[in-house]
């Protein structure tokens, strides 16, 4: 990590960016170890990370909403402030409907929040840090990290 800061510092590389899956989000909140190593490198800005409003309703629909539940709360609240968050707009909804005829065309389906997901990295032309390529790997116009 001090040489990938090193050549930023000397302008040898731009800064990486990614959308960050809820994969990575979810895990972090589990205490992966590679997750928290990841996550650490988005909160000390040596990553630019983004999310998409979906990640964080897929976050807060995992935390019940009962009094035990408030720590995980106050931990989604503090991380999501280590990202930029990208809303849906009328162009993701647009990119999610050519994501949805593409992927039936196949004869392939996907849950629609992760539709929702792979359209906001393609609009935003960014790639998508995720464990399950295997959901993404038919969706062309969609970079993976």
Known sequence: MQRLRDLELLGEISMIKFLLDTDYLIDYLRGNPAAEELIKSIRKRHIQGYLSVISLYELYTGVSPNPEAQEKLHQIQTMKNWFFTLIVGERVIYQAANIFYQLKSMNRTI?????????????????????????????????LA
């Open 111 to 143: 849950a629609i929040k992760d539709i929702f997901i792979a359209a906001t990295a393609i609009t935003q032309n960014l790639p998508l840090k995720t464990r399950n390529k295997k959901d993404f790997q038919h969706i062309p116009e969609l970079k």
